[in-house]
């Protein structure tokens, strides 16, 4: 029998939650899946899609996180993952080692993908750039 007293069940609809600023960058829009709060902060899962025309990306950063996938569900985006770049499109599910340096430097209009991490409250940590990185793909 499960354990009902260190998770919930949660049923999150599309017009439960809607897109806000307030996530880890304000290029990008964030919906709350009620994941986190189901499971007491031990995961969170979130949609995230583009807001504004990538400029500097994300910056070279790293996560604390013991656990972490992006499933592409609209668009595109590359990120560099140490020193390839990787084209993320939508289908395509990619899961982040803990500790991967990585940067998201570019994306498409309608990029959104579903992002799932463990735990809810990870810190993201700032490093030393690991090579350079190309420039974005302009918005038209």
Known sequence: MLDSTTTAFSHVKPTDTAFALGGLRDFFLYRDLGVAEATNGKVIAHLVKANLAPEKGTGWHRHEADFQIVIMTRG???F???????????GDCVHQRPGIRHFLFDYSPDMEYL?????????????????????????N
């Open 80 to 90: 560099m993952y140490e020193d390839k770049v990787t084209l993320v499109q939508a």
């Open 76 to 78: 595109w985006a590359k």
């Open 115 to 139: 992002e799932i991490v463990s735990p809810a409250d990870f810190k993201t940590i700032s490093v030393e750039p690991v090579c350079d990185i190309p420039d974005p793909t302009p918005w």
